[in-house]
């Protein structure tokens, strides 16, 4: 086979050419930090890159989806907290008021005050955080509390749910009826509504017939809704345990997952800087070959 000077030219162009381009590959990969820019460098990475990022997409999300947990659950608590206190206030003025000592006027004072602790109560079942009411079920946008209207409607008793990691659902709100009820078919003091109860022993209070044993039977439907408030509270610092031990655990996968990700895509720049040295070197000598291979003519001194 005869070899002429257009092929050698040719031949060395093409290798020429091919080391401009790898060259270019690992410029790309020290600028960029990336293995690969496209996806035809290498589908197989660029494919399981997508899986990765995908992946790392839903715990971020996950993680954002704890913010809202927190905000429900810590409030919640917080509101239940400061009713419960409220609670223990109405119990020791009904302690008070049960004897047989006190006069009228000084019931009438102390239901003043349980009147007021009853307004307090209505305004923490209303608690609102953003614009959602946090004690309503499902039911977010409406205000599950107001006795002005009669008969006084029921909360809503829908769960709020939300997801903390794939197909795990934790309910984040307290059942407003075990906590901030009114019996509608009450018609004396049952232990069955909080706001009821409170009704009816206002208005004992307030009667000058009633004596120390009948403000006496309240005692227990008052510690009744105090018992449902610590039963609540327990309930829910339950569920706060399980989101943090969650959060941990979805921590670790935000690790694992950036450090996947960062094994499949991200170049080894030590190993980069070498193969570049390498090429670069490499390139070199191609071209002082191709000065030896390509012989100027005299066309070249005529042009």
Not at 13 to 40: C, E, F, V, W
Not at 45 to 68: C, D, H, P, W
Not at 211 to 229: C, F, M, R, T
Request: hydrophobic share 35%; no cysteine; proline share 3%.
């Amino acid at each position: 086979m005869r070899v002429t000077q257009g092929m050698l030219t040719g031949n060395m162009l093409r290798n020429l050419s091919a080391s401009y381009a790898r060259l270019g590959k690992y410029q790309d990969q020290l600028a960029t930090g990336k293995k690969i820019n496209r996806p035809s460098d290498d589908p197989v990475i660029a494919m399981k890159g997508m899986i990765y990022r995908t992946n790392l997409t839903e715990v971020e999300q996950y993680k954002r989806n704890f913010s809202e947990a927190y905000s429900w659950i810590e409030n919640s608590d917080a509101a239940l907290d400061k009713a419960t206190q409220a609670l223990q206030r109405i119990r020791e003025l009904v302690v008070q008021a049960s004897s047989d000592t006190y006069e009228a006027s000084q019931r009438e004072s102390i239901a003043q005050e349980i009147q007021q602790l009853t307004d307090h109560l209505v305004s923490i079942a209303n608690t609102k955080v953003g614009d959602k009411y946090i004690f309503n079920g499902t039911d977010t946008l409406i205000q599950p509390v107001d006795l002005n209207v009669v008969p006084p409607k029921l909360p809503s008793t829908g769960e709020v749910k939300i997801e903390l990691s794939k197909g795990i659902y934790i309910s984040v709100n307290v059942d407003p009826t075990k906590v901030f009820n009114y019996d509608n078919t009450a018609t004396t003091a049952n232990g069955n509504g909080l706001f009821s109860d409170l009704k009816f022993l206002n208005n004992d209070l307030n009667d000058a017939t009633k004596s120390g044993k009948d403000i006496n039977q309240y005692l227990g439907y008052i510690d009744k809704h105090i018992n449902s408030l610590l039963s609540a509270r327990a309930e829910l610092g339950a569920r706060l345990n399980r989101v943090e031990l969650m959060e941990e655990r979805i921590d670790q996968q935000e690790v694992i997952a950036n450090r996947i990700l960062s094994d499949n895509e991200d170049a080894d720049i030590e190993r980069v800087i070498t193969d570049l040295k390498t090429q670069e070197s490499v390139h070199r000598a191609a071209l002082g070959v191709g000065a030896r291979i390509i012989q100027p003519t005299l066309l070249d001194f005529l042009r």
